[in-house]
């Protein structure tokens, strides 16, 4: 199998466009090997997801982004599927609401840092405060524009205390989207699925796209890389993330703690049972 995480990273300071990507590639590999690979890299990461637990001094956390329908929510059920979910944590990104309102863009992110010893999945991320934020002119150019190196300094802070962080970029065409789109409308198990927003949204693919490639270009850092996956085939989508997620946990080298006392003269005794 192909070592897809060197060829879908984004190189740091790299002129990356989304537009000279094929969101239907699948980097020459076929549906049948890519299944047998996918159940290979499932048990790879569940084993280590048992040692990032055991060794306790570490965390990993995987940042999702994508256009809408990009298939975040799917990739979390079937990539991680097989791991623990008491050594999982999910945070969904929302509109900040709240208290959330009453700080700065990343307290919130830094909160749901994952603790060490745990995986945490941000769906939607900080990376909203230089997406939607810059697209639908939330705030001036002027204070959006100089997040990219403040996100780049919170990453780079969270890696050296030891947050491996991968970022991944699920990437759809429009024509896509919308196929998606129609199938939420169609089926009233995944109505609720789909919102008048949506459509409106779509008027400002353009405009994603170009934040995205600003994203890519300015964040994609040798400690906190991102991965431009081509997501229109979901097989592909979640073959790619297993495989460079449990690359990069098994990169961090990570190994089970030494017992707490010398258990060589302590042998099983029956009158234990």
């Given at each position: 199998?192909?070592?897809?995480?060197?060829?879908?990273?984004?190189?740091?300071?790299?002129?990356?466009?989304?537009a000279?990507?094929?969101?239907?590639?699948?980097?020459?590999?076929?549906?049948?090997?890519?299944?047998?690979?996918?159940?290979?890299?499932?048990k790879?990461?569940?084993?280590?997801?048992?040692?990032?637990?055991?060794e306790?001094?570490?965390?990993?956390?995987?940042?999702?982004?994508?256009?809408?329908?990009?298939?975040k929510?799917?990739?979390?059920?079937?990539?991680?599927?097989?791991?623990?979910?008491?050594?999982?944590?999910?945070?969904?990104?929302?509109?900040?609401?709240?208290?959330?309102r009453?700080?700065?863009?990343?307290?919130?992110?830094?909160?749901?840092?994952?603790?060490?010893?745990?995986?945490?999945?941000?769906?939607?991320?900080h990376?909203e405060?230089?997406?939607?934020?810059?697209?639908?002119?939330?705030?001036?150019?002027?204070?959006?524009?100089?997040?990219?190196?403040?996100?780049?300094?919170?990453?780079?802070?969270?890696?050296?205390?030891?947050?491996?962080?991968?970022?991944?970029?699920?990437?759809?065409?429009?024509?896509?989207?919308?196929?998606?789109?129609?199938?939420?409308?169609?089926?009233?198990?995944?109505?609720?699925?789909?919102?008048?927003?949506?459509?409106?949204?779509?008027?400002?693919?353009?405009?994603y796209?170009?934040?995205?490639?600003?994203?890519?270009?300015?964040?994609?850092?040798?400690?906190?890389?991102w991965?431009?996956?081509?997501?229109?085939?979901k097989?592909?989508?979640?073959l790619?993330?297993?495989?460079?997620?449990?690359?990069?946990?098994?990169?961090?080298?990570?190994?089970?703690?030494?017992?707490?006392?010398?258990l060589?003269?302590?042998?099983?005794?029956?009158?234990?049972?």
């Open positions: 199998m192909k070592h897809l995480a060197k060829e879908l990273i984004v190189l740091p300071n790299s002129k990356v466009k989304l000279a990507i094929d969101p239907d590639g699948t980097h020459g590999i076929d549906k049948a090997a890519a299944a047998d690979q996918f159940e290979k890299n499932c790879r990461l569940s084993l280590f997801q048992y040692l990032l637990y055991a306790s001094r570490r965390a990993f956390l995987v940042v999702l982004q994508g256009i809408d329908a990009g298939g929510d799917g990739t979390i059920r079937h990539v991680m599927s097989g791991l623990n979910p008491q050594g999982v944590s999910v945070v969904p990104f929302k509109a900040p609401d709240g208290e959330e009453r700080h700065d863009y990343l307290w919130r992110v830094h909160k749901a840092v994952p603790e060490y010893g745990k995986l945490g999945i941000f769906n939607r991320s990376y405060d230089v997406l939607i934020v810059r697209v639908h002119n939330l705030v001036p150019k002027a204070v959006w524009s100089k997040r990219y190196d403040q996100i780049n300094d919170f990453e780079r802070m969270l890696t050296e205390s030891g947050v491996r962080i991968v970022k991944f970029l699920l990437y759809i065409s429009k024509q896509e989207q919308a196929k998606r789109f129609r199938l939420r409308l169609e089926d009233k198990a995944k109505n609720w699925k789909f919102s008048p927003d949506d459509i409106k949204e779509r008027e400002y693919w353009d405009q796209i170009e934040a995205y490639d600003d994203v890519l270009r300015k964040c994609s850092t040798e400690a906190a890389p991965y431009v996956i081509p997501a229109n085939r097989w592909f989508r979640n790619a993330v297993s495989q460079i997620m449990a690359d990069a946990l098994e990169d961090m080298d990570l190994k089970y703690p030494k017992p707490a006392a010398d060589s003269s302590i042998h099983f005794d029956r009158t234990w049972i």
